[in-house]
């Protein structure tokens, strides 16, 4: 069974000291079984830099781990007044992308408007039920058009002792998958593991630098398309909707009979990552 991380403010904690200026906040961690993971997860929830009692903003420059117990841990953060350059085991960033992927639909949301010319069709223009791009023979060739898209890549520096050849081919085994639980506060089975790019510090060999790609799709509950009702996609299935020919005004078609929803990715336990699953916050300032 897993203990549950926790993390929080140690009382009477917290130092400063001027001529340089450093100042060091105190936390306790439960729930990691060695010191490289306790610094990995400190760097995580702690923040990057924090506005001090008279008014400074420091920034964060060393962490420090004392074992206190079984699973255990006391941590110690350090600020001044500039970031300091040299990487270590926990520091992260993340940058993200909206820019809108393609994908070919062959059903439109809805008809706004049709109308005939009445010398080539007499009987009134074909109400095709939303299907797009429907060609002399009655085949639907469909569209491209732009689809919301959410991705968004983070980048660790993990110990290379703890994160090494074998981490690098559980990460190929992840590739192409999606999550089995909630990760980074999204539901299950929206985010995409799309792969991750990795090797050994160039600035420090004892750390591997590791950048993970994700994808995120949002689900949809009861909706309906061309008739269609109560349909539910969770976020990184597949949607298609298949033709049957019929009769028209004019000639045969082919309109929606049917809307399939098909499952092309496997799940996976994300936690295996080792970098949390919850959500992370970014450019936190503590306050003391």
């Known amino acids: 069974m897993t203990m549950q991380i926790t993390w929080g403010g140690r009382p009477n904690s917290y130092r400063t000291k001027t001529n340089p200026r450093e100042d060091s906040q105190g936390y306790v961690l439960t729930g990691v079984s060695t010191m490289a993971m306790a610094k990995v997860y400190a760097g995580l929830y702690s923040p990057w830099a924090m506005l001090t009692p008279d008014g400074f903003t420091l920034y964060r420059t060393n962490i420090d781990a004392t074992e206190a117990g079984f ?3 006391h941590i110690d953060v350090s600020y001044s007044t500039f970031p300091r350059k040299e990487p270590q085991a926990g520091d992260q960033s993340w940058n993200f992308d909206t820019l809108g992927a393609t994908k070919h639909v062959t059903q439109s949301l809805s008809t706004t408007w049709y109308g005939a010319n009445p010398a080539l069709l007499p009987n009134g223009g074909e109400n095709y039920q939303g299907a797009i791009g429907v060609n002399e023979n009655g085949d639907v060739e469909g569209v491209d058009v732009v689809d919301r898209s959410y991705k968004w890549t983070e980048t660790w520096k993990l110990p290379l002792s703890q994160f090494g050849w074998s981490y690098s081919l559980l990460l190929g085994q992840l590739t ?5 639980a ?7 089975d929206c985010v995409l593991f799309e792969g991750a790019q990795g090797g050994m510090s160039r600035q420090d060999p004892s750390l591997l630098d590791v950048t993970y790609h994700f994808n995120y ?10 008739g269609v009702t109560g349909i539910s996609k969770v976020g990184q299935d597949y949607l298609w909707v298949s033709y049957k020919t019929k009769m028209g005004a004019n000639r045969k078609i082919k309109v929606p009979a049917q809307v399939n929803v098909e499952r092309l990715f496997n799940e996976q336990d994300f936690s295996q990552f080792g970098i949390g699953s919850s959500g992370l916050v970014y450019g936190q300032v503590a306050q003391f």
């Open 71 to 73: 699973l255990l841990w």
């Open 182 to 188: 909630s990760f980074r506060g999204l539901a299950p």
């Open 217 to 226: 799709s949002p689900e949809r509950d009861d909706f309906s398309i061309a």
């Open 176 to 180: 192409g998958t999606i999550n089995q």
